[in-house]
């Protein structure tokens, strides 16, 4: 007697169909075989769906059962199969009708007393099984919403009773809606809360508006941290489209809050500077996206970014400039969307008296060159904006209150959409300004692409329909300098 | 590479140089110039080699102006501030002397390669008394250091420390009889205690570029970069004159929006009317 269901593995972030086959062989002792490349947590699934079986007070058969996960070329990993493996025996020992079953998707882990718990990547198998011809998918209760997203019809349960009970025609279960905006968006803290910084402000802006790479360096305390940590307050919301990516990425990764659905707000990731390159790239023998693309679409601060070790910064330089993370491994490439806005922070030499007029830096040349080393050209000319914050040194210069990060996202927002609809041209009188600077100014063939975008973004936030020299000129006001960076 | 000799007592020695107490029996030069450059009146800028964006400003901007004037600027090529007196100079093609403790084929400090090749290409010479691939010897600089107090009429100290290698040049030059100028720096700063030592000894205060080039015994020459026309630039001018020194001061000072002001600053930088370094905007305008 044989079984099947339908659920899916995450490659990546892209699903492939594998089929759950259930096969019961009488006359031979009872056992429970588990083939298909199945790994560690899934082989494991055993106790589980014997014990889920139980619980939920339906009968084990008492033969011989082999599980089949086909392809069985491709790895399995994970609890998400609990759930498809445990209503295929069900299925096979003629416990709910079979034809049904093989009309829906199946993913969920179970517990030792049936419960139906979600898991990652849910969103993600949900496309997959829409793609796949199915219009439906059984999945945990608390994951549905997450499924719906998808467009097929989410069926949560809470229990495999519940899900025999709505295989076998006995409980309707209304399909879930679409959660959207789900998840509660903490404090975000505001640009209120900093005074002066006037040229750190107007930077923020900007690269909020433009999606600009952002360095701010100076001495310690001086408020660039808590300057780029004001960045998600002025950010413009996710479209729905990104939205979905957004909420793909994170279901995968497991960082999706609980009970989540669509994440409307970008993200915003602030790795430690001990993360390996794993983490913050993406990559491990499973490849799980790493922090750059849990920042797609968002923000991901890099703070002291000097002290990451090389082979991160090294690796940041890829998706940088592809917008994705490409993993190469035997079962195939997994590809990561890695489109974020960077903001990092780094003190001018180790000590960090440099650009403090009341200290003096007491390092030696040869440190502050191999500080500056780990930060290549390379790295360096994909900052659209730098902005050095040094010490004020005249304190009776306060400034006074300052605008709320409302009023700014407002002006970012209009210029996001005037951004993604028009593309400003730019008037001879800046082009030859940029070209003279070109002649003056180290800058590099990127670098004057860099200034030209950012001009851009100046133009459209000054409300201009051309970029007209003084936007050429604030622009190259936040080049990286010739002295950051020694190569 | 273009490398001549020249033997004291014969005829190009620069005449300078042959009235201090131990002049060097030969010296070794480096350019396509005439050694007659090294009897033009001349000033030596010299200070230390870790030193703050304010000494490095004020190197380029003495030097800058002395060499607009036609006075040759004489230093070490080492880093810091002989380094940025050099760069002064050649910015405005301006003829000035290196004075090596090594081979005159030796770019010593190796970042230093291309501004040797500028210095010749615009006019200047690399000299030493080393004969071709000596390498460079810390007991070498000292000596070095007369050869730079020698062949200049005054000599400039921009920042120094206590100890510094620059108040040794300083010191060569009090012992030949030329005058010896100081930069007055912060009190507080380090950086700044051997040029205020010079000072308190009775070494002239340079206030101004006007006062190295009267030290020298030149008239002053109007340099390109001149206050703008334009009344935003203006107003940046005005704010730093008044003390404001970084572009967030400068903002509240001058009531300019942060946009606008990040504009101007690098139409000035542009034109060479001010310099950025680490968030510190300084201006390069002679008053």
Known sequence: MLGRAVTFALVGLEPRRVEVEAHLRGGEQPSFAIVGLADRACQEAKHRVRSGVHSALLEWPRRAITVNLAPAALRKEGSGYDLAIALTILAASAQLPRERLEEHACIGELGLDGRVRPVAGTLAAAEGALRAGLR????????????????????????????????????????????????????????????????????????????????????????????????????????????????????????????????????????????????????????????????????LLMDELPEFSRSVLEALRQPLEDGVVSVARVGGRALFPARFRLVATMNPCPCGARGDPRLECVCPPARIAAYRDKVSRALLDRFDLVVAMPRPRAEELAAGPSEPSAAVRARVVDAALQLASTSPRRASSASELLDRAVDRLPLTGRGRVRVARVARTVAILAGSEQVLPEHVAEALSYRAPAGLSSA | MNVRSVVRGTNGYPPLLAAIPDPPSKLWVRGDAALEVLARPAVAIVGARACSGYGRSVARLLATEAAAAGVVVVSGLARGIDGEAHRGAVAVRGVTVA?????????????????????????????????????????????????????????????????????????????????????????????????????????????????????????????????????????????????????????????LAAGPLAAALAVLELAGSVVVEEGVVRSTIAR
């Not at chain 2, 040029?195 to 015994?217: F, I, K, M």
């Open chain 1, 136 to 299: 439906r998918i059984l999945c945990a209760a608390d994951s549905s919403g997450e499924a719906a997203l998808a467009g097929v019809e989410a069926v949560g349960v809470r229990h495999l009773a519940e899900a025999v009970g709505y295989l076998l025609g006995h409980d309707a279960i209304a399909p879930a809606v679409p959660q959207e905006n789900g998840h509660h968006v903490g404090p975000v803290p505001d640009l209120a809360d900093v005074r002066g910084q006037e040229r750190g402000r107007r930077a923020l802006e900007l690269a909020s508006a433009g999606s600009h790479n952002l360095l701010l360096t100076g001495p310690p305390g001086t408020g660039k941290t808590m300057l780029a940590r004001r960045l998600p307050s002025i950010l413009p919301p996710l479209t729905q489209d990104e939205a979905l990516e957004v909420t793909r990425i994170h279901s995968v990764a497991g960082t999706l809050p609980p009970g989540g659905g669509l994440l409307a707000t970008p993200p915003f990731r602030a790795p430690h500077h001990g993360a390996s390159a794993a983490a913050v790239i993406g990559g491990g023998s499973v490849p799980r996206p790493g922090e750059v693309s849990l920042a797609h679409r968002g923000v």
């Open chain 2, 99 to 255: 004075v090596l403790g090594c081979g005159v084929d030796r770019d010593y400090p190796a970042a230093h390669a291309e501004l040797a090749r500028a210095i010749v290409d615009v006019g200047g010479l690399i000299v030493s008394e080393y004969e071709p691939g000596v390498e460079p010897a810390p007991w070498r600089f000292p000596a070095r250091n007369r050869i730079i107090a020698g062949l200049a009429r005054a000599t400039v100290v921009v920042e120094a420390r206590e100890r510094s290698g620059a108040l040794i040049t300083a010191d060569f030059a009090l012992e030949d009889g030329r005058e010896v100028l100081a930069v007055p720096g912060e009190i507080t700063s380090t950086l700044s205690a051997g040029t205020n030592g010079l000072l308190r000894q009775g070494g002239t205060p340079v206030t101004s570029a006007a006062d190295v080039l009267e030290a020298v015994g030149v008239g002053p020459v109007p340099v390109g970069a001149t206050a703008p026309d334009d009344p935003t630039a203006a107003a940046v001018l005005e704010a730093m004159a008044g003390g404001a020194s970084t572009a967030d001061e400068i903002a509240r000072t001058s009531g």
